[in-house]
């Protein structure tokens, strides 16, 4: 298994912390988003960090 390897089945049980809306999964940069939140949460050796202390604000949010 790689580092960078995420389980997609999991987006379909997983959602924001925060806003409790589903996230997406972006492969680039291994992180799942909260669109609503405007808030990217890192994914680290395949297991997504759902806090919102290690969460990234969106730029554009």
């Known amino acids: 298994m790689s580092k960078n390897y995420f389980d997609l089945k999991l987006l379909e049980i997983l959602v924001c912390p925060q ?8 492969p680039e940069t291994q992180e799942l988003i909260s669109d609503k939140a405007g ?3 890192p ?11 290690e969460a990234r604000q969106l730029k554009d949010s």
């Open 19 to 26: 806003t409790k809306t589903a996230l997406r999964y972006d």
């Open 39 to 41: 808030l990217a949460y």
């Open 43 to 53: 994914i680290r050796d395949g297991i997504p960090i759902l806090l919102f202390d």
